[in-house]
């Protein structure tokens, strides 16, 4: 049989970076990588147009796809996950500002939809006990699908979110970091409060995992396994992963990360309903571990 050419999108991630370099191949697919930087803006076509046969995906972004009966399948092939305290920044001079304080004031955030930005969300509304429809959200960008219906207050064009903190035209932002001397975290010891995090929780947050389209899913499963399994030999290969894994490989591995998400993509109006974790998967992909 004809080797397959896949057009690919995936981040320069050093767990991924032998099958990008093309040292490790499959002798049944070839993956042709086309570059995106930042990788978050494939999201879109890939979500629109189904754009390329595989892609990094962010998982708050794959949900509501998935709600919106996007055709994409979701393999349990973590491209980036991390703590997610540290994205979170205010300006200390309108006064000292922390996670409990922020009702009733602007928030600014690149999408309302963002991954990063449900975390921090879910953390504030579920650690904290902030009311998230009492902050005023303002937003720079579309949501990545096109269904969704955001009602956030836009930024005007030629704004841009650090620079509107800087300006005291924003109160705080979520997803973002900065070395700026004039701006502070909103955690006030993030990698702390990270630590404590995940002594509660016991997980890293998942941000970014891997789609396929549901074509290529239904006409050659065999082939989104081989991806899976090229993937996970170079997670083998690269450097002693970290503990705990930022970037775990398998469902019953991502389990509790991805049972968090939706919980809080749920709280927020994101989806629909809870979508259980066996619910992400196809008949091929729910079995990977």
């Known amino acids: 049989m004809d080797r397959l050419n896949l057009k690919a999108v995936l981040g320069s991630h050093p767990h991924v970076q032998a099958v990008k370099s093309g040292e490790l191949r499959s002798d049944r697919f070839d993956l042709d990588f086309i570059e995106y930087t930042p990788t978050n803006s494939a999201f879109k076509p890939m979500v629109r147009e189904q754009a390329f046969d595989v892609c990094e995906m962010a998982i708050v972004t794959y949900l509501m796809a998935k709600a919106h009966g996007k055709p994409l399948v979701l393999l349990p092939a973590t491209m980036l996950g991390r703590f997610q305290h540290s994205y979170a920044l205010y300006n200390p001079q309108r006064g000292t500002l922390g996670p409990s304080d922020l009702e009733g004031k602007r928030v600014g955030i690149r999408s309302f939809t963002t991954t990063t930005g449900a975390w921090i969300r879910g953390i504030l509304a579920n650690d904290y006990g902030v009311n998230l429809d009492n902050i005023r959200w303002v937003t720079f960008e579309d949501p990545h ?11 005007p064009k030629d704004k841009k979110i650090l620079q509107m903190l800087l300006d005291s035209e924003l109160d705080a932002v979520l997803g973002e970091t900065s ?10 010891d993030p990698a702390a409060e990270a630590a404590k995090w995940y002594a509660h929780r016991g997980v890293v947050p998942v941000n970014h995992l891997v789609v396929v389209t549901e074509k290529l899913a239904k006409s050659r499963p065999e082939m989104v396994a081989g991806i899976y399994d090229l993937l996970k030999r170079n997670k083998a290969q690269a450097k002693p992963a970290e503990m705990p894994d930022p970037v775990p490989f398998g469902v019953e591995a991502n389990r509790k990360s991805l ?7 749920f709280q927020q109006a994101l989806i629909p309903r809870r979508y259980a974790v066996e619910e992400l998967f196809d008949e091929t992909t729910r079995g990977l571990n």
């Open 145 to 155: 699908v096109a269904e969704y219906v955001d009602t956030t207050e836009r930024a």
């Open 179 to 188: 070395d700026n001397p004039k701006l502070k975290p909103l955690f006030p």
């Open 259 to 265: 049972e968090l998400i939706v919980d809080y993509a």
